[in-house]
Protein backbone atom coordinates (compact mmCIF):
# COMPACT_ATOMS: atom_id res chain seq x y z
CA UNK A 1 0.00 0.00 0.00
CA UNK A 2 1.57 3.41 -1.14
CA UNK A 3 2.49 5.58 2.06
CA UNK A 4 3.46 8.74 2.45
CA UNK A 5 7.39 9.06 3.74
CA UNK A 6 9.31 11.70 6.02
CA UNK A 7 12.55 12.25 6.83
CA UNK A 8 14.14 12.94 9.09
CA UNK A 9 12.24 11.00 11.57
CA UNK A 10 13.80 13.18 14.30
CA UNK A 11 16.06 16.56 14.26
CA UNK A 12 17.91 18.26 17.15
CA UNK A 13 19.11 22.02 15.92
CA UNK A 14 20.45 24.83 17.28
CA UNK A 15 17.99 27.97 17.99
CA UNK A 16 18.30 30.22 14.67
CA UNK A 17 19.33 27.55 12.24
CA UNK A 18 17.54 26.60 9.53
CA UNK A 19 15.74 22.96 8.89
CA UNK A 20 14.52 21.67 6.22
CA UNK A 21 11.73 18.16 6.89
CA UNK A 22 11.39 16.35 3.85
CA UNK A 23 8.27 14.33 2.45
CA UNK A 24 7.16 12.49 -0.50
CA UNK A 25 3.42 12.44 -0.74
CA UNK A 26 1.26 9.45 -2.63
CA UNK A 27 2.27 9.41 -6.04
CA UNK A 28 -0.75 10.10 -7.86
CA UNK A 29 -1.94 12.25 -4.95
CA UNK A 30 -2.36 16.36 -6.34
CA UNK A 31 -2.73 18.24 -2.33
CA UNK A 32 0.33 18.37 -0.16
CA UNK A 33 -0.21 19.42 3.74
CA UNK A 34 2.10 20.03 6.70
CA UNK A 35 0.54 20.12 10.49
CA UNK A 36 2.24 20.40 13.40
CA UNK A 37 1.52 19.29 17.22
CA UNK A 38 3.61 20.44 19.86
CA UNK A 39 3.55 18.02 22.90
CA UNK A 40 0.10 17.93 24.85
CA UNK A 41 -1.39 19.96 22.07
CA UNK A 42 -3.82 19.98 19.28
CA UNK A 43 -2.84 18.94 15.41
CA UNK A 44 -2.20 22.35 13.80
CA UNK A 45 -2.72 23.01 10.11
CA UNK A 46 0.08 24.94 9.03
CA UNK A 47 -0.12 25.23 4.91
CA UNK A 48 -1.52 23.20 2.00
CA UNK A 49 -0.02 22.93 -1.43
CA UNK A 50 -1.63 22.19 -4.59
CA UNK A 51 -0.70 22.61 -8.57
CA UNK A 52 2.92 24.15 -7.28
CA UNK A 53 1.73 26.60 -5.27
CA UNK A 54 0.22 27.72 -1.74
CA UNK A 55 -3.33 27.10 -1.35
CA UNK A 56 -3.86 27.83 1.72
CA UNK A 57 -1.69 28.70 4.91
CA UNK A 58 -2.77 29.51 8.65
CA UNK A 59 -1.46 32.24 10.90
CA UNK A 60 1.31 30.21 12.42
CA UNK A 61 3.17 29.83 9.03
CA UNK A 62 4.60 33.40 8.74
CA UNK A 63 7.86 34.54 7.09
CA UNK A 64 9.94 32.18 8.70
CA UNK A 65 7.85 29.46 6.93
CA UNK A 66 8.30 28.20 3.60
CA UNK A 67 7.24 24.66 1.22
CA UNK A 68 8.60 23.78 -2.01
CA UNK A 69 8.29 20.92 -4.32
CA UNK A 70 11.72 20.68 -5.78
CA UNK A 71 11.04 18.32 -8.06
CA UNK A 72 8.21 15.54 -9.02
CA UNK A 73 8.47 13.56 -5.81
CA UNK A 74 9.33 15.98 -2.42
CA UNK A 75 7.51 18.60 -1.01
CA UNK A 76 10.16 20.02 1.70
CA UNK A 77 8.84 22.43 4.40
CA UNK A 78 11.74 24.72 5.75
CA UNK A 79 12.25 26.48 8.47
CA UNK A 80 14.59 29.37 8.15
CA UNK A 81 15.74 30.48 11.47
CA UNK A 82 14.53 28.08 14.06
CA UNK A 83 13.02 29.19 17.72
CA UNK A 84 12.20 27.46 20.74
CA UNK A 85 8.55 27.15 20.38
CA UNK A 86 9.04 25.43 17.06
CA UNK A 87 9.43 22.14 18.68
CA UNK A 88 6.74 19.84 18.02
CA UNK A 89 5.75 16.87 15.42
CA UNK A 90 5.47 17.46 12.25
CA UNK A 91 3.54 15.94 10.10
CA UNK A 92 3.34 15.74 6.35
CA UNK A 93 0.11 14.80 4.17
CA UNK A 94 -1.27 14.25 0.99
CA UNK A 95 -4.73 13.38 -0.64
CA UNK A 96 -6.19 13.06 -3.73
CA UNK A 97 -8.82 15.41 -3.73
CA UNK A 98 -8.83 18.60 -0.86
CA UNK A 99 -9.58 18.02 2.40
CA UNK A 100 -12.71 20.55 1.61
CA UNK A 101 -13.98 18.05 -0.89
CA UNK A 102 -13.46 15.09 1.72
CA UNK A 103 -10.07 13.78 0.34
CA UNK A 104 -9.00 11.50 3.07
CA UNK A 105 -5.42 12.69 3.91
CA UNK A 106 -2.69 10.07 4.09
CA UNK A 107 -0.11 10.80 6.83
CA UNK A 108 3.61 10.78 7.39
CA UNK A 109 5.03 9.09 10.63
CA UNK A 110 6.05 12.41 11.47
CA UNK A 111 9.50 14.73 12.03
CA UNK A 112 10.46 15.27 15.62
CA UNK A 113 11.94 18.42 15.87
CA UNK A 114 13.62 19.79 18.85
CA UNK A 115 14.99 23.17 19.00
CA UNK A 116 17.80 23.51 21.56
CA UNK B 1 -11.69 29.64 11.88
CA UNK B 2 -12.61 26.47 12.86
CA UNK B 3 -12.13 25.37 16.35
CA UNK B 4 -13.19 21.33 17.10
CA UNK B 5 -13.14 20.01 20.94
CA UNK B 6 -12.61 16.75 22.36
CA UNK B 7 -13.53 15.27 25.66
CA UNK B 8 -12.77 12.95 27.16
CA UNK B 9 -9.06 13.97 26.72
CA UNK B 10 -8.70 10.34 28.29
CA UNK B 11 -11.04 7.04 28.06
CA UNK B 12 -10.40 4.17 29.99
CA UNK B 13 -13.06 1.05 29.13
CA UNK B 14 -12.96 -2.74 29.62
CA UNK B 15 -12.68 -5.00 27.37
CA UNK B 16 -16.00 -5.18 25.46
CA UNK B 17 -17.42 -2.22 26.67
CA UNK B 18 -18.41 1.06 24.63
CA UNK B 19 -16.50 3.33 24.43
CA UNK B 20 -17.81 6.89 23.33
CA UNK B 21 -16.00 10.20 22.15
CA UNK B 22 -17.19 13.74 21.73
CA UNK B 23 -16.12 16.62 19.68
CA UNK B 24 -17.97 20.02 18.92
CA UNK B 25 -16.93 22.44 16.62
CA UNK B 26 -17.81 26.29 16.32
CA UNK B 27 -18.08 26.48 12.37
CA UNK B 28 -21.63 26.25 10.97
CA UNK B 29 -20.01 26.25 7.12
CA UNK B 30 -18.08 22.81 8.29
CA UNK B 31 -19.63 20.03 6.36
CA UNK B 32 -17.32 17.13 6.47
CA UNK B 33 -15.85 15.38 9.95
CA UNK B 34 -13.48 12.48 9.74
CA UNK B 35 -11.77 10.37 12.58
CA UNK B 36 -8.24 9.32 12.92
CA UNK B 37 -6.92 6.86 14.86
CA UNK B 38 -3.09 6.99 16.28
CA UNK B 39 -1.74 4.00 17.69
CA UNK B 40 1.02 4.72 19.61
CA UNK B 41 4.49 5.31 16.99
CA UNK B 42 2.27 5.33 14.17
CA UNK B 43 0.71 7.37 11.87
CA UNK B 44 -2.71 8.90 11.91
CA UNK B 45 -5.01 6.92 9.63
CA UNK B 46 -8.40 7.31 8.81
CA UNK B 47 -11.45 5.15 10.28
CA UNK B 48 -14.41 6.83 9.69
CA UNK B 49 -15.68 9.87 8.19
CA UNK B 50 -18.89 11.60 7.77
CA UNK B 51 -20.46 14.52 5.85
CA UNK B 52 -22.96 16.84 7.01
CA UNK B 53 -25.88 15.55 4.67
CA UNK B 54 -26.42 12.78 6.78
CA UNK B 55 -27.17 12.11 10.70
CA UNK B 56 -24.86 8.36 11.43
CA UNK B 57 -22.42 6.19 9.53
CA UNK B 58 -21.56 2.87 10.71
CA UNK B 59 -19.29 0.45 10.11
CA UNK B 60 -18.53 -2.85 11.59
CA UNK B 61 -18.21 -1.61 14.89
CA UNK B 62 -17.34 1.94 14.63
CA UNK B 63 -20.04 4.40 14.22
CA UNK B 64 -20.38 8.28 13.84
CA UNK B 65 -22.83 10.44 14.49
CA UNK B 66 -23.93 13.78 13.80
CA UNK B 67 -25.75 16.59 15.14
CA UNK B 68 -25.39 19.58 12.77
CA UNK B 69 -27.98 21.97 15.37
CA UNK B 70 -26.04 21.31 18.53
CA UNK B 71 -22.45 21.51 16.33
CA UNK B 72 -21.31 17.79 18.00
CA UNK B 73 -20.16 14.60 16.49
CA UNK B 74 -19.58 11.46 18.12
CA UNK B 75 -17.83 8.29 17.42
CA UNK B 76 -18.85 5.45 18.99
CA UNK B 77 -17.00 1.98 19.27
CA UNK B 78 -18.89 -1.36 20.70
CA UNK B 79 -17.44 -4.14 21.98
CA UNK B 80 -13.92 -2.85 22.59
CA UNK B 81 -10.61 -4.60 22.08
CA UNK B 82 -7.15 -4.01 23.35
CA UNK B 83 -6.29 -3.41 19.90
CA UNK B 84 -8.53 -0.20 20.05
CA UNK B 85 -6.48 1.33 22.27
CA UNK B 86 -5.42 4.61 20.72
CA UNK B 87 -5.18 8.31 20.49
CA UNK B 88 -8.11 9.40 18.23
CA UNK B 89 -8.55 12.75 16.57
CA UNK B 90 -11.79 14.11 15.28
CA UNK B 91 -11.87 16.74 12.59
CA UNK B 92 -13.69 18.97 10.41
CA UNK B 93 -13.71 21.05 6.97
CA UNK B 94 -15.95 22.97 4.93
CA UNK B 95 -16.39 22.49 1.35
CA UNK B 96 -13.99 24.89 -0.58
CA UNK B 97 -10.68 25.08 1.99
CA UNK B 98 -8.39 22.95 1.85
CA UNK B 99 -7.71 22.68 5.81
CA UNK B 100 -8.90 20.18 8.66
CA UNK B 101 -9.23 21.79 11.75
CA UNK B 102 -7.85 18.97 14.03
CA UNK B 103 -9.00 18.53 17.77
CA UNK B 104 -6.49 17.74 20.93
CA UNK B 105 -6.93 14.33 20.33
CA UNK B 106 -8.52 11.45 23.33
CA UNK B 107 -6.33 8.92 24.44
CA UNK B 108 -8.60 5.89 24.30
CA UNK B 109 -7.02 2.87 26.78
CA UNK B 110 -8.94 -0.64 26.65
CA UNK B 111 -8.33 -2.81 29.93
CA UNK B 112 -7.86 -6.14 28.88
Known amino acids: EPEVTQTPSHQVTQMGQEVILRCVPI?????FYWYRQILGQKVEFLVS????????KSEIFDDQFSVERPDGSNFTLKIRSTKLEDSAMYFC??????????????FGEGSRLTVL | GENVEQHPSTLSVQEGDSAVIKCTYSDSASNYFPWYKQELGKRPQLIIDIRSNVGEKKDQRIAVTLNKTAKHFSLHITETQPEDSAVYFCAASSRGNNRLAFGKGNQVVVIP
Open chain 1, 27 to 31: SNHLY
Open chain 1, 49 to 56: FYNNEISE
Open chain 1, 93 to 106: ASSANGAGATGELF
